[in-house]
């Protein structure tokens, strides 16, 4: 079983600063990539950043140059600086660990969501 548990979300005026953190435990045997998705009401979730373990990122263009995800390989933890926040980063963030259990089991998983509201 793995679990992934986020921290850090909360409220914050448009121009504020937020960081997220996700630590993923459990039956871990490699771990590719790990990322962050949002869903705003009544939207679909959509990807807002993700990272592999050779350091590779993407971002939604709506974010780039904004926020920044970073990733420590030997913690199993990624975090997301998100900066010059906007009222339509509100939503609630999903942290997302695509991974190994064994050699030849892998899955998706994803973390309970943490709210990000953004004031203007």
């Known amino acids: 079983q793995v679990q992934l548990v986020e921290s850090g979300g909360g409220a914050v005026q448009a121009g504020g600063s937020l960081t997220l953190s996700c630590s993923a435990s459990?039956?871990?045997?490699?771990?590719?990539?790990m990322g962050w998705y949002r869903q705003a009401p009544g939207k679909q979730r959509e990807l807002v950043a993700t990272t592999n373990s050779g350091g590779a990122t993407d971002y939604a263009d709506s974010v780039k140059g904004r926020f920044t995800i970073s990733r420590d390989n030997a913690k199993n933890t990624v975090s997301l600086q998100m900066n010059s926040l906007k009222p339509e980063d509100t939503a609630i963030y999903y942290c997302?660990?695509?991974?190994?259990?064994?050699?030849?089991?892998?899955?998706?998983?994803w973390g309970q969501g943490t709210q990000v509201t953004v004031s203007s």
């Open positions: 459990g039956s871990i045997f490699s771990l590719v990539s």
């Open positions: 997302n660990a695509y991974l190994y259990t064994t050699p030849r089991q892998w899955s998706d998983y």
